[in-house]
């Protein structure tokens, strides 16, 4: 009788730290279970080895930079059947995409000996703006325990559950006092989904958006109450302008405030 070939994984890097990739190195014990299910058959971090495609899922980190980038990452979706994109760069083009509101070539010259050898496109956007993706999995970085689910769920043949409430509900959950309201820290926990279990707000910083943007977030209220609590329109935009400020709404939101 012939074996169940088991489906096969590709983890592919565009521009980006790393560390999503790292956190699926992370999940140790969790990762020793699902090779017992899958193929890991590209992941250059992991290992050299290298098993051919097409592969059932590949997992993407990384903005397009560059027309090179630009070329691959269609490649890359006709030898894939599941495209997943992990992290902020990814899907939302990460805090690289901080350059998009400026010049490009301003910061080439300024931070390269000899700007001419440098070839990059003007914006850093998110693979979706690129290719069909499958499934976002949001976080800078991710979650191990998300991306575990999201493959257990793809295995199984389910909807991933992974939730898409504000970072406020893990607060609360864990009866964290409300940073803004107790002390009148800038936070974009109302409007950012949940995923990192609330790290910054529970040692008393102001959440930096790294998971993005929720489902219909209201960041205009929520810019209203930083108004209320004084917070400079310059300082405002910044707030906005982090790991995933070219994440649709929280651009909007800091171009209004940069007017």
Known sequence: ????KKPKLAVWKFASCDGCQLSLLDCEEELLAITQEITIAYFPEATRAVIKGPYDISLVEGSITTSHDAERIHRIRRISEHLITIGACATAGGIQALRNFADVDDFVSMVYANPAYIETLNKSTPIADHVFVDFELRGCPISKYQLV???S?????RKPNIGTHSVCMECKMKGNACVMVAHGTPCLGPVTQMGCGAICPTYDRGCFGCFGPKETPNTRSLAA????LQIPKDDI??????FNAYAEPFRKESEAHEK
């Open 1 to 4: 009788m012939s074996s169940v």
């Open 149 to 151: 689910e999201l493959i």
């Open 153 to 157: 769920a793809f295995l199984n043949g």
């Open 225 to 228: 109450w930083f108004e209320q």
């Open 237 to 242: 935009v910044r707030v906005f302008r982090g």
